[in-house]
């Protein structure tokens, strides 16, 4: 049998580093720290050895389609696949920020929902046919209170069953692009750019796993979108309450459901439950 492998995003700090310290202690198999910086990355693998912990690195920059395909053939290669992804890396401009806010929403659009999107086009497809496989969108919150303050007209969209990957990518570069002119209120969008890039992500999300149990329903594979709630990283206040490994909990909750789970399954789930969306 070959080894299991669990694959962690923007893994080297925060939530993610806290996630695979987790992993490392609960799961039978190899556990990457992924990042977009080496020298991050492999100063995470040490920290964690200090620990007396043995997780892996390999270089994963979601920015960059070339590091996604570069990474899903390693794993492919030497694992035959994978049986866990999380999806953690994201980015966030500060409150105080004075970017223009349709730079913001570019910026944050395209790490948070395109790029993570870019690596689950890539690395769903490896993700292997048994009942221990998981996927984990990390979400916000703010995907459920952003969601609130859309047109009813998107609220009607992104909470339909028929939404398809294509028209929710649409959907997302009309928020920009709309953003970028300084439109996007009048389309109906919140002022959050931060919030609508996790809408996409959640949504998103539950669109894989209907293709899934449609496509792939002997697979056993679970995929849902996550909070891990108001946690102190550089994103982040320094007063939130809960820390990195507190934040971590919830990711890992769903990357260890029990094998043969049927649920959660396309759900947003906070403190292991699943939320209203």
């Not at 349709?102 to 910026?107: D, L, S």
């Not at 790029?115 to 292997?128: C, I, N, Q």
């Not at 303050?149 to 339909?160: A, K, T």
Request: proline share 5%; with cysteine.
């Amino acid at each position: 049998m070959s080894t299991k492998v669990a694959v962690v995003t923007g893994s080297n700090k925060g939530i993610g580093l806290a996630i695979v310290r987790a992993l490392c202690k609960q799961f039978n198999g190899d556990v990457y720290v992924t990042s977009r910086d080496v020298g991050r990355g492999e100063e995470a693998v040490k920290t964690l050895n200090s620990e007396g912990l043995k997780p892996k690195f390999h270089q994963l920059d979601i920015n960059d389609l070339n590091s996604i395909k570069n990474a899903a053939a390693y794993f492919k290669g030497k694992y035959d696949g994978v049986d866990i992804l999380i999806n953690n890396a994201g980015t966030a401009f500060k409150a105080s920020d004075t970017t223009p806010f349709g730079v913001q929403a570019e910026v944050t659009l395209r790490t948070n929902f395109f790029a993570t999107r870019d690596v689950l086009t890539h690395f769903l497809p490896l993700v292997k046919h048994h009942a221990r496989c998981r996927v984990v969108n990390v979400s916000s919150m703010l995907s459920a209170s952003g969601l609130k303050q859309c047109s009813p007209e998107l609220q009607q969209r992104f909470h339909s069953e028929d939404i398809t990957e294509d028209e929710l990518v649409v959907l997302m570069q009309r928020f920009v692009d709309e953003a970028k002119k300084g439109e996007h209120k009048q389309g109906g969008w919140p002022d959050m750019s931060y919030a609508v890039s996790k809408i996409g992500v959640t949504v998103l999300s539950m669109i894989h796993a209907r293709h899934l149990s449609k496509e792939r329903p002997k697979d056993g594979i679970l995929i849902n979108a996550c909070c891990p709630g108001w946690v102190r990283t550089e994103i982040a206040a320094p007063g939130a309450p809960k820390s990195p490994d507190e934040g971590a909990i919830t990711p890992v909750y769903l990357a260890l459901l029990a094998p043969g789970a049927t649920e959660p399954h396309g759900k947003y789930v906070s403190d292991k439950e699943v939320q209203p969306w």
